[in-house]
């Protein structure tokens, strides 16, 4: 999800759900630490309950990334060890180290022994080459020995040579019985399930079998999803947001980014499937994708998009 969850897009996401945990986007050890780390780390407090997932392989770095983390009130630090792409790949980072369990363990140890909040890890069922059920445990083993107690799963395997990210969400098949199997043999961790889940029916049903379901790309194209999270998967007795409440409560935020310096398109980027499945949703993209950049009143155009969404 690099260059999706920022800290906007989190911000909207929250106005749909007070409980999910939120994920920043992967951010490598090298950004944080020679980089903008303000840039990365900054986030509004409503975003909370809040992970920060950390790309990187060097222990000392996670471990200084992790301590950055909990100085800036995450409430939880997350290692990518699922990403497949070629650039992250090239600096030892992501699927590639699920070759590479004990390292993956000292990374964990490392940033465990610098930090009090929970460090967790997202991997997939394996890569080629280290695709068995055997190496998967081994790596869920020997990661638990380092002492940690969550691992995210993404229900498929990684082809580290020949797909692009793109094709490895999509040509590995999911194989959700893979995790399950996991849940079963390591049933004092905590298995949360990731891949391919689009609705909150589907959520349920994992449910019955996993500790928790991650959604990824669904949530971020279709986020109305959302506005039932924390009444069908929590129990809480609240009504569920409207689509126009939802882009109201933007109104603010946006305001005052527009007021430090920022653009509209900051923050409506991550909006734009708000009004999926909605009468009008096409012409709700194009006020916020394409009018928007034609326009000296941006605001009057969130204005007319919520317009939209409440039938007026």
């Known amino acids: 999800m690099m260059d999706w969850t920022d800290r906007h897009c989190r911000y909207f996401l929250r106005q749909l759900s007070s409980q999910a945990l939120l994920y920043t986007e992967m951010v490598t050890t090298g950004a944080l630490l020679h980089g903008d780390a303000q840039r990365f780390l900054r986030y509004d407090e409503c975003e909370h309950p809040l992970a920060l997932q950390l790309g990187g392989s060097n222990p000392a770095d996670l471990a200084a990334c ?14 990518n060890v699922g990403c497949p792409s070629d650039r992250v790949q090239n600096n030892m980072i992501g699927a590639c ?87 079963h043999d390591f049933a004092d961790l905590e298995i949360i399930l990731n ?50 409440e939802a882009l109201a409560r933007l109104r603010p935020y946006i305001e005052r980014h527009i007021a430090e310096g920022g653009a509209m398109h900051h ?29 000296r009143e941006p605001l009057v155009l969130l204005d007319q998009a919520g317009e939209l969404l409440s039938g007026r």
């Open 97 to 183: 180290l699920m070759g590479h369990p004990q390292l993956v363990a000292d990374c964990v140890k490392a940033m465990q022994d610098a930090v009090s909040i929970p460090v967790t890890v997202k991997h997939r069922i394996g890569i080629n080459g280290r695709d068995s059920y055997a190496e998967l445990c081994d790596f869920v083993g020997t990661v638990r020995e380092a002492g940690c107690r969550s691992f995210t799963v993404h229900a498929r395997i990684a082809i580290l040579e020949g797909l692009s990210p793109k094709e490895n969400r999509e040509i590995p098949p999911l194989r959700y019985d893979v995790a399950a199997q996991l849940k």
């Open 66 to 79: 992790a301590k950055m983390a909990e100085e800036h009130g995450y409430d939880e630090v997350n290692l």
């Open 267 to 295: 923050m409506t980027r991550h909006v734009l499937g708000l009004a999926q499945g909605f009468p009008g949703a096409r012409r709700f993209r194009q006020l916020l994708s394409v009018d928007i950049h034609k326009t």
């Open 195 to 244: 891949g391919g889940i689009k609705t909150l029916e589907e959520c349920q049903q994992h449910l019955q079998t996993f500790d928790g379901v991650m959604l990824g790309r669904e949530a971020y194209h279709n986020p109305y999803l959302l506005a039932q999270v924390d009444q069908l998967l929590f129990g809480l007795e609240q009504p569920a947001i409207s689509r126009a």
